[in-house]
């Protein structure tokens, strides 16, 4: 099966390669230097918050961050970030492609976020959730209702 094959961190790389070919293929965003670093960076910035407020929710829960090993799992995090999205981490991810997809200039570019998002929700966050059902039953479910599954 495919699913969990291809770690979250390294599909970050792979699609921002891909992202970075196909820009350099297609037209570029007339946009002002400024502007793009500006929107860049904040994009960047606002991701980075978003992956590193989940790490720390799962240290201080003392559970694993490993997204290979959902079944791992010592504790539900359901706190701090994780009020407000079920993957804080995979949506900084997100935010990160998005940040480089502005600094590429690149409307094209912007293509390889949605094939992060649609790759994840199928092959990485629907294994994880199957697993935290199974570990957390209906806390996970009460869980799964009250909050979303990205932002």
Not at 70 to 86: D, H, I, K, Q, T
């Amino acid at each position: 099966m495919l699913e969990k094959r291809i770690p979250p961190v390294a599909l970050v790389v792979i699609v921002g390669l891909l992202m970075w070919l196909i820009a350099e293929a297609g037209p570029r965003v007339e946009v002002g230097d400024t502007l793009r670093l500006g929107v860049a960076t904040a994009l960047f910035l606002l991701g980075a918050l978003f992956a590193l407020a989940g790490v720390l929710a799962f240290r201080s829960s003392k559970t694993t961050v490993d997204p290979r090993k959902p079944e791992a799992s010592s504790a539900l995090v359901n706190f701090g970030v994780y009020r407000f999205s079920r993957n804080p981490m995979y949506v900084g991810f997100g935010l990160w492609l998005l940040a480089w997809g502005a600094f590429l200039a690149s409307a094209w570019a912007l293509i390889g976020v949605i094939v992060f998002v649609l790759y994840m929700n199928r092959f990485q966050i629907a294994p994880e959730e199957r697993a935290l059902r199974e570990l957390f039953g209906e806390e996970f479910r009460e869980y799964e209702r009250r909050v979303r599954r990205w932002l």
